[in-house]
């Protein structure tokens, strides 16, 4: 009996001896966010560089980029499941990015990780830990889905990351009380709380129409922006006469539609994800007593995919978006670009948003990273984050952005369009002679 | 001749299946991704080597088969078969780039781009196409080669081969885990990966070193048995005492030396672990098919959220530690309340019945009908961690209470909660299979109405399975609450019900370290394979199809199934077979 | 036989529970129908709308379902991988339809262009079946019931993401067609044609599987095979070429059912089977699976209750945004049905007590 305690007790000091020679390193690490004075020495050890010229005193620490190592920034996504095209969507948008770039940034090739995040938390949140681990990443695009921000962010933010979000438009996310957990988060999409005040606006005061109903599809993002367009419209005077709400993978419409034709509204409201917005733009004429009602979406129908879902019932439909008459950047020479490596047309909203994110970083890490003359590049966590906060009038393709100290980049100004055409190939916003949507408000 | 032309078209048949596949990869954008990425770094990218196995693969078929035309092996027809599958493969290869320069592919497959054929034919136009059956010569050759060795050198070969393969493919998890360490670690790992595959240097080392190991195991292990053996029965228990102390204390250190990813995924890991234990006593031993488990699981979390949350929907503002024995009961009493009117249900008209219970509760979670209650759409946030320790007073909504003490925080800490539920929960299981309980469950999975008729009372054996499987994932779902944060209705898909019934088949049905083993094949896996984001699922079908076509009775498989497969090879309609009256007819 | 006191107590209060169950669910619906029809929010006419638009969903489930329940009469097998077949019907159908419309054939004949397209479909939906059937079920025959169901788990995982990669994970959009829009008159009551055209391809289909089932020699033999297989081998039915032909059969009706589908609502994508895969499996149940009119019948009242139950039922009892529960409503249907016959609604009972 006591040999064997004698055994297992010295295997277990030899064990733990073994395993705390590997171990401390990686609990101190972390601890380094706290400690700017400490966090000279720790990278300084984790990262190899016994002759550096430079030296970090960053609050978040640096990331030391050898040189025959690649520039390592991850886009975070849903890349799965039935809503992948919103976030492949936006990875083209980055890949493109880096394409216009060379696939270089100083002479180091650019490296990008993707992590599916499947636009649930818990995917979020293990997407988040797993780049979290990874120290030679500089910094993030994504997530998409605002539920995936909700669970990865505060680990990210954590581990001393920023990311950057070209298609969550949440509004809490961006609260200027939205707490330290999301100091390292930015987007370039908009908050709903803008879109659905100026649809209401454009309905009671341009259509003048005082009865509306709304639809959504149980998505956080549609039922978040039916219910502000609902309080706005009724604080103008307007009626909410019906609002209704669809399953996700709905696909027969027309019961609903008539729920709501029987409570005989002026306009429909949609805020709606691609599918079901085709689904019911293309049903809804079907339906007795919806013949003749003004049709309105938001920024997540935004796309040609619309109107090959929708059909010749898009045409005079009404979209809300950030204002592409702001865009001053190339959104034809994007979709070109587009064209030509992926062939077909864009899968979701926020491509350019996601362009212009990659832009943004790139452009921070610009600013911030000191190389040495053998290559060797340095990027201070904390500078780059402060960059990144700091853009101002960034040219973008979306518009000129500037991001608040809350972490809004997009340009807020919101437009409504009409549809004016309903072939797919007509699809062009930004265009100045013929555009379709044409934008009708303000 | 009979037998050569017979030869000839196994091998050309061999060479077209595989050459089919190739294209098939090349279809679906998979060559493309994975050419990112590298195997052995500057040598081979992942794209080139998916490529290269299927000419290797066909090769080392076509060798197979032409050993079995004849009984003494002979090299020579065997290196035919092979050269012959491997440049059927390489032709059509050539043969598909030579069409796509001819015919736009891409007006129907998206991934047939010009990036791709630039790949392929690397960069020349289609003047270097004939490269490819050249190639497959080689590969095709390279198989046989690898099946003619002898056994002894073949093994090793194909396992080392494996070995660097897989990594290759985790090398950004070694890497990271490893960096982080002491300075010594992170250069051997800057040594053996690169970002994106292992270095040249690396690859080299993990082969030889495989393939050193496995000969000396192949040629010791049995007298290292022996010598095990031949120790005195003290001795033995003493160093079993010893390796399960050393494993408890791997378990124990952890997730302080990988960080926290590998503890998130071994969090996850358990989670469905523990929602297959849950299943595996409903389904596994009492056999009734529930296609609509993450019910519970939804249960368990939506109680402990609106039990602990400090958001607008919390309503008691409760320690964790509380909730979730609370959590545990109400999903029991959920788990007697859905059973109940399912009692009467049997075999597949039981799945569905199921399966609806599991959208219904999540229909209902996420309606605006219960918003008030359970959130909708918005779901439940600000979910307070568990703290051991006294946790702070309540101060407002939106601020979490402060935890004087211990706060299970981040993955690396609610690790430590998820591994001992687990564990505790397997041993509950064990101890429930062997019970008197157990073996009535087992009786009625055999057969309810011999079940009955021995004196078992059927309602009350099945509630208590419902009940105690509803408990299992009501707990998992407790902890998955705390381990995210929040809740939303979107998190329980019906695709976690399915998720949870394939890892008990895959791992076993009924086998409880099954469960476990199925859980870390089909939950981590994936997990680990993140990256290859867009392709998981696909490797997940694929791999789901190639275990059940493999080991049908599943990887770890309990005694009772082993003994059921072969006393079945009679009939096929196996115990848990509704009645066979229902068919096809007017 | 020996039952304590508190045996039978508990099957008392279980036995309650049920009819407690029950009542409650009718006593539901009937309040609910009643307060909505006394609230006269609905015209007939939208009554009958209701209905209509149900036929027309619920004869797209009912072509899949017939899959489902032939597989399971002959095999007892799940073939979870259904859906995908006919999301691959509807994917083939595309290429064809854009095809025809593009040169210009579609709008001169549209009935040719139609079947065309639909034939087109259901050859790729039934090349993909069989090539599943071969690869993923048939080294499984034999294997314990779970086996082959996970195998079409894995099938129809795979099917799906294969799809994806070959055609990205955005929309297709089908050519719409002249001759489809617009409604005809029966009556006075104005339907869709694109309904009536889905309805009629339907019946029509159904019409000649079910000749296929019933008067044929390889219907008779799928009959045999499927009340028992040894015996049908006895009898010199090649029981292997009678499986390959119901699941050729099934994939047919499920590429047909693809092409109708995307027809009505002419977004294609790789994940669109999905759903109405589950569906379609709950009304071949609902009908008592196994049997092909019960699938029948189950895909048609699935389709109606999903159509009218949210505005008969809930719309009047204060609960907001009934649709988002029509699924809800769909599947409480199908417990209370299973209660009543345990075994679908054209079932034969199979157990002897509730």
Redesign the interface.
């Known amino acids: 009996m006591n040999k064997r305690l004698l055994a297992l007790l010295s295997v277990l000091v030899l064990a733990s001896m073994v395993l705390a020679a590997c171990g401390t390193p990686a609990t101190e690490a972390p601890a380094a966010t706290e400690a700017p004075a400490a966090a000279t020495e720790a990278p300084a050890a984790a990262t190899e560089a016994p002759a550096a010229m430079y030296e970090c005193t960053d609050a978040l620490g640096c990331v030391t980029i050898a040189p025959d190592e690649p520039v390592h920034i991850a886009y975070w996504g849903v890349l799965s499941g039935p809503d992948s095209s919103l976030g492949e969507d936006s990875k083209r948008g980055v890949e493109i990015a880096i394409d216009d770039l060379g696939g270089k940034f100083q002479g180091h090739d650019i490296l990008l990780t993707t992590e599916d995040a499947g636009c649930t938390p818990e995917g979020g949140a293990t997407a988040a830990t797993k780049l979290a681990t990874d120290t030679s990443i500089v910094g993030l695009i994504g997530s998409s889905c605002s539920d995936e921000t909700v669970g990865g962010i505060a680990t990210l933010t954590n581990a001393g990351l920023t990311t950057i979000s070209p298609s969550n438009t949440r509004p809490v996310l961006s609260d200027p009380a939205r707490g330290p957990d999301y100091a390292g988060y930015l987007r370039t999409a908009h908050s709903d709380a803008f879109q659905g005040k100026a649809v209401a606006e454009f309905a009671y005061n341009f259509l003048k129409v005082t009865k509306a109903a709304t639809l959504h599809d149980g998505s956080t993002y549609a039922q978040a922006l039916q219910q502000v367009f609902a309080d706005e419209f009724v604080k103008l005077g307007g009626t909410i006469v019906a609002q209704e709400a669809v399953a996700k993978d709905a696909t027969d419409m027309r019961p609903v539609l008539t729920t709501i034709a029987a409570a005989g509204p002026e306009f429909l409201y949609y805020p709606v994800f691609v599918a079901v917005g085709g689904y019911v733009t293309n049903q809804i004429r079907d339906v007795a007593g919806l013949e003749n009602v003004y049709l309105a979406g938001s920024d997540g129908i935004f796309t040609a995919d619309l109107l090959k879902g929708g059909g010749a019932n898009t045409k005079g439909m009404y979209l809300s978006s950030p204002d592409f008459s702001a865009f001053t950047g190339d959104y034809a020479g994007f979709i070109a670009k587009h064209t030509a490596k992926y062939g077909g047309s864009t899968l979701s909203t926020f491509h350019a948003h996601a362009y212009d994110a990659a832009n943004i970083l790139f452009a921070a890490l610009e600013q911030v990273a000191v190389v040495e003359a053998d290559g060797t590049i340095y990027v201070p966590r904390q500078a780059l984050r402060d960059a990144i906060f700091a853009t101002k009038d960034y040219a973008g393709v979306t518009g000129n952005l500037s991001c608040s100290a809350s972490g809004d980049c997009g340009a807020p100004v919101i437009a409504v369009y009409e549809i004016v055409n309903s072939d797919p190939a007509s699809w062009n916003p930004a265009d100045a002679a013929n555009p379709n949507p044409k934008k009708v408000f303000p | 001749m009979m037998k050569k032309d017979n030869l000839t078209w196994i091998a050309i048949k061999t060479g077209l299946l595989s050459g089919v596949i190739a294209i098939f990869l090349c279809l679906i954008g998979m060559v493309e991704v994975f050419s990112k990425r590298d195997v052995v770094e500057k040598i081979i990218t992942l794209g080139d080597f998916i490529l290269l196995a299927t000419a290797v693969s066909a090769g080392v078929i076509a060798a197979r088969a032409a050993s079995q035309t004849d009984q003494q092996r002979q090299p020579l027809k065997s290196l035919f078969a092979g050269a012959l599958a491997g440049i059927t493969t390489g032709v059509l290869i050539a043969a598909f780039i030579g069409l796509s320069q001819q015919i736009n592919l891409r007006s129907v497959f998206l991934s047939a781009s010009p990036s791709l054929f630039n790949l392929l034919t690397f960069k020349g136009g289609t003047s270097w196409i004939w490269m490819y059956p050249a190639i497959g010569i080689a590969a095709g050759l390279l198989g046989t080669t690898l099946f003619l060795l002898p056994e002894k050198f073949r093994q090793p070969i194909t396992r080392a081969i494996f070995i660097t393969f897989l990594m290759a493919l985790f090398s950004g998890l070694f890497r990271v885990v490893m960096i982080n360490q002491s300075s010594g670690i992170a250069k051997l790992a800057k040594y053996l990966f690169g970002q994106t595959g292992l270095t040249l240097s690396g690859a080299i080392i993990f082969f030889v070193a495989v393939v050193a190991i496995s000969m000396f195991w192949s040629a010791r292990s049995k007298n290292l048995q022996e010598g095990f053996a031949r120790i005195p029965k003290r001795g033995q228990t003493s160093i079993r005492v010893v390796v399960f102390a050393l494993l408890a204390y791997v378990v124990l250190m952890l997730p302080q030396v990988s960080g926290p990813f590998i503890a998130q995924v071994i969090v996850i890991v358990s989670l469905y672990a523990l929602m297959g234990l849950g299943l595996n006593i409903t389904l596994g031993f009492a056999g009734l098919l529930d296609l609509g488990f993450v019910a519970f699981f939804a249960v368990g979390a939506y109680t402990v959220g609106l039990l602990t949350s400090y958001g607008i929907f919390g309503l008691q503002h409760i320690p964790f530690w509380v909730a979730a024995p609370i959590a545990v009961l109400v999903s029991m009493m959920f788990g007697a309340f859905l059973g109940l009117p399912v009692l009467g249900i049997r075999g597949d008209y039981l799945a569905i019945a199921t399966l609806g219970f599991g959208e219904i509760v999540r229909l209902l979670a996420g309606s605006d009908f219960l918003a008030p209650f359970f959130g909708g759409p918005q779901g439940i946030i600000g979910i307070q961690k568990p703290c051991l320790g006294t946790l702070g007073e309540f101060i407002r909504v939106d601020v979490p209470r402060v935890c004087n003490g211990l706060e299970f925080a981040g993955p690396k800490e609610i690790y430590y909660l998820a591994v001992a539920s687990a564990i505790l929960v397997a041993f509950i299981a064990l101890r429930l299979q062997r019970s008197r309980l157990g073996r009535a469950w087992m009786a009625i999975r055999e057969d309810e109405d011999v079940a009955e008729a021995l004196g078992i009372n059927l309602i009350q054996t099945k509630l208590l399975a419902y009940m105690l499987g509803a408990a299992f994932a009501g707990l998992g779902g407790a902890i998955f609450t705390v381990l995210v944060g929040s809740i939303f209705a979107t998190s329980m898909q019906l695709i976690v019900s399915i998720n949870v019934v394939a890892l008990i088949i895959v791992g076993g049905m009924g086998s409880i370290p099954g469960v476990i083993v199925g859980a870390i094949a089909l939950i981590g896996m994936p997990e680990l394979l993140r990256e290859v984001s867009e392709y998981r699922f696909l490797f997940y079908g694929a791999a789901l199809i190639m275990m059940m076509l493999a080991k049908p009775e599943g990887l770890w498989p309990s005694q009772a199934t082993l003994r059921e497969l072969h006393h079945e090879d009679a009939g096929e309609d196996s115990e848990i077979a509704p009645a066979k009256s229902s068919q096809a007819k007017a | ?2 039952t304590s006191f508190g ?1 039978r107590l ?2 008392l209060a ?1 036995s309650g ?2 009819w407690g ?1 029950r009542i409650l669910i009718v006593l539901i619906v009937v309040l609910g129908t009643f307060l909505t029809i006394r609230a006269g ?3 007939g ?2 009554w009958i ?2 209905v209509v ?2 036929i ?2 619920g004869s797209i489930y009912a072509l899949i379902a017939l899959g489902y ?2 597989v ?3 095999l ?1 097998m ?1 073939n979870f991988a259904h859906g995908e077949i006919f999301m691959s019907g509807a994917f083939g159908g595309y ?1 064809i339809a854009t095809w025809l419309t593009g040169i210009g054939f579609m709008d001169k004949y549209p009935v040719l262009g139609l079947i065309f397209s639909m034939l087109f479909g259901m050859l790729i939906s039934t090349l993909i079946a069989l090539l599943v059937e071969r ?2 079920y048939r ?13 079409a ?10 799809f ?10 089908y050519p ?1 067609m002249k001759a489809l829009e617009g409604q005809w008159m029966f009556f006075g009551i ?1 339907i ?1 044609k694109v309904q009536i055209v889905v309805a009629i391809a339907a019946f029509v289909m159904m019409a000649i599987l ?1 000749s296929i ?2 008067f044929t020699k390889i219907g008779k033999a ?2 045999a095979v ?2 028992n ?2 015996v049908a081998a006895l009898m010199g039915i090649d029981v292997n070429r009678i499986i390959v032909t119901t699941f050729a059969l099934g994939a047919a009706m499920a590429g047909a059912a693809g092409v109708l ?1 995307a027809l009505t ?3 294609v ?1 790789f ?2 089977g ?3 895969g ?1 569906k379609a ?2 009304a071949a ?1 609902l009908g ?6 019960g699938a029948m019948v189950g895909g048609l009242v699935l389709g109606i209750v ?3 139950g ?2 008969l039922f809930l ?1 009047s009892l204060g ?10 409503i ?3 249907m ?2 209370m049905i ?2 009543f016959r ?3 609604i054209l ?2 009972r ?2 002897k ?2």
Do not use: C
């Open positions: 036989m020996r045996e508990l099957d279980v529970f049920l169950f929010k609905y015209t006419e939208q709308d209701f638009f149900g027309s969903q329940t032939m399971y009469g002959i007892r799940i290429f690869i993923a080294p499984l025959r034999g294997a314990p019931r779970l086996v082959p169901l996970i195998s788990i894995g099938a129809s995982f795979f099917l799906q993401y294969t994806r990669g070959f055609f990205g994970p955005g929309v297709y959009a719409s104005g869709l079910y089932v019933m799928m009959r499927s009340e297989k040894d589908y609502y002419r977004q994508n994940f669109i999905f759903t109405p589950i499996f709950t149940v008592g699976i196994g049997n092909i009119p999903e159509s009218v949210p505005a719309d609960i907001p945004r009934p649709y988002q529960l029509k699924d809800a769909a599947y409480i199908l417990v299973l209660l345990p075994s679908g079932g034969e199979v157990s007590k509730a």
